[in-house]
């Protein structure tokens, strides 16, 4: 049995235009290169000035300060006046300080990795530009489902989408667009300020960037899906992840009611839940999938068997683009009935099949050269895992494939963050046994299942690896 790590080529890796939470890009293979310290800078009081209200830092923004102290940041840096950038909002806002400060000093604002490199810090803990000190970081962490909630609740009240319509609303204005008093919009509007992801210049509050990718209905990179689920499936469930690690079983199912040891059994006594769950697991397969399809051929394949293939969206995707395929979706049987209505393409009707059944119970249907196990591998032990790609490599002819995609962590062990906050759902409340496993395992549990070559894809986007076993 041969085990190949591939990587595709760089023309092959250009970064989709639907990114799931984050773009993907091609990470440089270049050393880093760290400007020495001023002196400041190593005392750990380091102030960035921004002069507009976007949120960022631009460059030559970055200077180093004795804050607080009576000197300018130019005057204590040795450097050039603070650069302007000539942005909607021309007041000079107040400088923030990263690193180990003095405890009124904070870091607020959205910086670019390179700026903080020339200021002399870390980029340690920084998503898209995002970084914290060490004290609100302990904060989002222990208030977290404050900060949860404050997001869900201006999503369910549309204070982004309002914001955005009116070009900006100072409090008063919002609170009665929205039909809230004054003090619980002021209350939402320093949250939100907080968390970044609204800004205000002057009177006037508006949305941030990050906002705007993420939160408005809108775009194309919106989680509102994943809010929901969270908010209606996920959340219920976690305090019991103390109980669930004692019993290595899924203890926080007990929230949910119906029958079946696992949320996908017990949702189909749900059917409004089922709906909001698989609304983000269709809207997660889109974004993730459609780097899939940029990067593999999928042309030599004639039928395909996609388990666990949930509402449809990654089979009708694929034979939308390749019109000589046939795709059969094989999921229970209440998962096919929903996914079999959203199709009305008469090509695609004939082309998407369902086929009702129990993953690992039944048998695969047959006739496939092709099978993809893709957002399945996550949910099971490893165990069990191997065991259904075993049963697929029994349902294949000589010669064919079975594509394992899924979501992973690093082979250390040790990140994303993403991998280490979902897992414990997959404990808790999924099946009681999965959890973000790295590309490694995926492809130890090809080899082990009897595949004869094995082939690791890897920089697939959105923190997903591909790999292939050939029978």
């Known amino acids: 049995m041969i085990a190949n790590r591939v990587t595709p080529p760089m023309s092959a890796l250009t970064a ?67 650069t302007r950038h000539p942005g909607r909002c021309r007041r000079r806002h107040a400088a923030t300080t990263i690193g180990s400060s003095p405890r009124n000093c904070r870091l607020v604002g959205t910086y670019g990795p390179e700026t903080l490199r020339r200021a002399g810090r870390s980029t340690m803990g920084i998503d898209r530009h995002v970084a914290l000190t060490e004290a609100d970081y302990l904060r989002l962490l222990i208030h977290g489902t404050t900060a949860f909630e404050l997001v869900r609740t201006s999503l369910e ?5 309002h914001l955005e319509s009116s070009g900006g609303m100072d409090a008063a204005r919002l609170a009665a667009t929205i039909g809230i008093q004054a003090q619980p919009a002021r209350v939402m509007l320093l949250g939100l300020c907080a968390l970044r992801l609204v800004e205000k210049c002057g009177d006037t509050y508006g949305n941030t960037a990050m906002a705007r990718r993420k939160l408005l209905r809108s775009s194309p990179r919106f989680l509102g899906a994943l809010v929901d689920v969270q908010a209606k499936v996920i959340n219920r469930a976690l305090p019991d992840l103390a109980e669930s690690v004692r019993r290595g079983t899924n203890v926080g199912l007990r929230h949910l009611p119906g029958p079946g040891t696992t949320l996908y059994e017990r949702l189909t006594a749900h059917p409004e839940l089922q709906q909001v769950f698989y609304a983000n697991m269709g809207d997660a397969s889109r974004k993730a999938f459609a780097q899939l399809l940029e990067r593999y051929d999928f042309s030599t394949v004639r039928h395909a068997v996609d388990v666990g293939g949930g509402d449809g969206t990654n089979a009708i995707e694929l034979a939308r683009r390749y019109r000589h395929l046939t795709v059969t979706v094989f999921d229970q049987e209440s998962v096919t009935r929903l996914a079999a209505d959203r199709i009305e393409d008469p090509d695609l009707r004939r082309r998407v099949r369902f086929h009702a059944g129990d993953i690992l119970a039944d048998p695969l249907p047959d006739g496939a050269d092709a099978v993809f196990v893709f957002h399945i591998f996550e949910i099971w032990s490893r165990k069990r895992n191997t065991e259904l ?16 995609y899924n979501f992973v962590s690093d082979d250390a062990g040790t990140g994303s963050m993403s991998a280490g906050l979902v897992s414990p759902y997959f404990l808790t409340l999924a099946s009681g046994e999965g959890m973000a496993y790295s590309a490694a395992d995926m492809e130890q549990a090809a080899l082990d299942a009897g595949f004869s070559h094995v082939e690791r894809y890897e920089d697939m986007g959105f923190s997903h690896a591909l790999v292939v076993g050939r029978r």
């Open 16 to 82: 989709s235009s639907s990114p799931y939470a984050v773009a993907p890009t091609i990470p440089s293979r270049s050393p880093a290169r760290t400007a020495p310290p001023s002196a400041a800078a190593r005392s750990g009081l380091v102030r960035i000035v921004a002069a507009d209200c976007t949120g960022g830092i631009f460059p030559g923004a970055a200077e180093a300060s004795a804050f607080p102290g009576s000197r300018s940041a130019s005057d204590a840096a040795g450097g050039a006046p603070t």
């Open 389 to 404: 790609l075993r049963k697929c490599r029994a349902a294949l002819p000589e010669g064919g494939i079975c594509l394992i």
């Open 157 to 161: 009240l549309e204070i982004f989408e």
